[in-house]
């Protein structure tokens, strides 16, 4: 399972029949290693996707609203612009994780 919106924002699911390993698709990205420009969003989706796998084994209703939650922050966050370097913005790694997580906080 893929999940995604633009290019670096891609999450990806291994899902077994007793174990899954959620984790972000991108590259080592070692040239920005410390520079506070890592782009958060796949690491942020894949959290999204692990909620809707433990909403779907569990059948608990607040694993997908809060899936949802991250969705619609990650969504509502990119409308302003407040995206790392390589999706067009100028806000630093940690300053688009605190973005979306006050929007979650919102919702």
Known sequence: MQAGYEKNTRALANIGKNFALFEPVHGSASDIAGKQMANPCSMILSSKMMLEYFSEKSGGKEWIEAAEAIEEAFINNLKPGATTPDLGGRAKTL?????????????
């Open 95 to 107: 300053e688009v994780g605190e973005a979306i997580a006050r929007i979650i906080l919102e919702v």
